[in-house]
């Protein structure tokens, strides 16, 4: 996703609104920074929640698998946004030093609807 730049000479301004700019209406935000280039974030799927990331600062990877291909994303634009629907596996990773990852997902924090083992995402993903 690219998000427009509403900036003038005094510097940039980007404005993202759920329901327009992103498929659906914002019921939390997160973000995450201090992690260095040997962490490795995510590492889960999601029943329910859909998300948007965007690194606002400096650049990270997400690796996002949807059980049959795998495909790695380089975050390094304020104004570009990563949509991840419902059950996508995802790792974040890489962050340079002034990484900044926003998150916004459509759900509010229900820790039951995450899948957080690759195997058991890969077999409910095959409806076993």
Not at 11 to 37: C, H, N, Q, T, W
Not at 43 to 64: D, Q, T
Not at 83 to 89: N, S
Request: overall charge negative; aromatic content about 12%; charged content about 30%.
């Amino acid at each position: 996703m690219e998000f427009p730049d509403f900036g003038d000479e005094r510097g940039s301004l980007v404005v993202v609104e759920g329901g327009m700019d992103i498929p659906f209406a914002v019921k939390r935000a997160f973000y995450m920074y201090g992690s260095d280039s040997q962490v490795i974030r995510g590492r889960h799927a999601n029943r329910k929640s859909e998300f948007v990331m965007i690194n606002v600062s400096g650049k990270s990877k997400v690796k996002v698998d949807n059980g049959y291909e795998q495909q790695v994303i380089e975050l390094n634009r304020p104004r570009m946004g990563l949509y991840l629907p419902r059950m996508v596996w995802k790792d974040m990773y890489d962050f340079s030093p002034d990484s900044v990852l926003l998150v916004l997902a459509s759900e509010h924090y229900d820790g039951e609807e995450y899948i957080r083992d690759y195997d058991d995402y890969i077999r409910e993903l095959e409806g076993k």
